[in-house]
Structure formats: structure tokens, C-alpha cells
């Protein structure tokens, strides 16, 4: 019954190498987010997608792309890893009429920059 | 700006209560969410407060002062399972965009 599925739960990558992050949903809900969190800290919003289209946050590094080929999938792009990137990037998704503005998460993917 | 200010880590004993606080500061206001993270999982949506007042669900309360700018969660019969940490929030407008607060660890000890 998994509704935010984050794939692969744990990514390994060398500095400087691109990776890509994906995340699907069965909810068939309009807005999709990513986040990146790190230890002991909130989860700090990068991007999020309402239907097609894109909004990014100021201070999202350049390095961070995101792409939404349809409503169920969403995919993060981060072109060259830095060590600073290392963290759990979380999906989310939530729908607009939804007065509680609950986000419903995925189990995040773990990813280590060697 | 938004902000939300919560203390960074509560103990307590199994079979306690506790009362974790926040404050906010925002710009236009639609509500005060919770969210509850267990290490290395994903946050979880635990309660919602629009409206001034006390919202019950089982062991777990919130509650919200519009005029204070305040809210808290309280946790009753704490278990040890309940050791994780919690985030209030609130939406930065737009389509659902949440603010989280820092994030205030609970342990929860025999």
C-alpha cells in the first residue's frame, strides 16, 4: 500500500559524479516536493512541481534539477555531488484542497558523496 | 519571513506527559501543522490546527492560540516508541508549502 516510493533508498556516488533520485506516488496528488535534510536538522525545501509546472526556492543551489514527466513521477538531478550534498533527500506530495495541508512522504533516499 | 521557534530536545519517562511548544511568526496564517520523524524514516503528519482551541487523537493532542502566535503538542502515556522527533509547521502560502520549525527531539526513557 506504499504511496510515496522513493527509489533507491541509499545511493553512493563519487564527488563530482551526476546521480538521479526518483520518486513515484500512487496518490494522484497535483503537487509534488523535494527536500533535503540533514542531521539533526528540518527538512529544507528545494523545489516542488504543482501539476507541470516548476517552482524553485531562492536558495536552492543551481546543481539541483528536478523533472516531472507525469503526475505520478518526479525525479531529482543533482549534476555534480559535492561532499555538502550528502543527506536524505525526502519526497512529498500533497494535494490543494486539502484544508489540513498534510504532505505525505516517502521513505526518503540516503545519499553518501565519496 | 516565517519562523517557528521549538525547543531542540525534551526527556521524559515512560508513562509521562509532555507538552512540546512553538511559536511562529508569519506573514499571512492558514495553520499550525505537527509532523512526527523517526530516526532515519520519513515524517509523518500527526494532527492539524486552523482554529483556536484543543484537537484530540488518541495519546496525542495539539493545541493553538491565533492571538499568541503558540501552539504545542502534547503527548500522553509516553512509550517508548515515541521517541523521534517533532516538527511544527506552518504554510508559507502557495500550493500547501510548509515551513518547518527546527525540529524538537524527544527521548523517552524506562
Known amino acids: 500500500d506504499a504511496m510515496v516510493i522513493q527509489n533507491p533508498r541509499y545511493q553512493v556516488t563519487q564527488f563530482g559524479k551526476p546521480v538521479t533520485l526518483s520518486c513515484s506516488q500512487t496518490l494522484n496528488h497535483n503537487v509534488m516536493y523535494w527536500y533535503q535534510q540533514k542531521s539533526s536538522q528540518a527538512p529544507k525545501l528545494l523545489f516542488h512541481y504543482y501539476d507541470k509546472d516548476f517552482n524553485n526556492e531562492a536558495d536552492t543551489p543551481d546543481n539541483f534539477q528536478s523533472r516531472r514527466p507525469n503526475t505520478s513521477f518526479c525525479f531529482l538531478d543533482i549534476r555534480s555531488p559535492g561532499l555538502g550534498d550528502a543527506a536524505m533527500y525526502l519526497c512529498a506530495t500533497s494535494r490543494p484542497t486539502d484544508s489540513t495541508d498534510t504532505q505525505y512522504f516517502g521513505p526518503g533516499t540516503r545519499l553518501t558523496v565519496l | 519571513g516565517q519562523s517557528l521557534e521549538q525547543p531542540s530536545e525534551v526527556t521524559a519517562v515512560e508513562g509521562a506527559i509532555v507538552q512540546i511548544n512553538c511559536t511562529y511568526q508569519t506573514s499571512g496564517f492558514y495553520g499550525l501543522s505537527w509532523y512526527q520523524q523517526h530516526d532515519g524514516g520519513a515524517p509523518t503528519f500527526l494532527s492539524y490546527n486552523a482554529l483556536d482551541g484543543l484537537e484530540e487523537t488518541g495519546r496525542f493532542s495539539s493545541f493553538l492560540s491565533r492571538s499568541d502566535s503558540y501552539g504545542y503538542l502534547l503527548l500522553q502515556e509516553l512509550q517508548m516508541k515515541d521517541s523521534a522527533s517533532y516538527f511544527c509547521?506552518?504554510?508559507?502560502?502557495?500550493?500547501?508549502?510548509?515551513?518547518f520549525g527546527a525540529g524538537t527531539r524527544l527521548a523517552v526513557h524506562p
Open positions: 509547521a506552518v504554510r508559507d502560502g502557495g500550493y500547501n508549502k510548509l515551513i
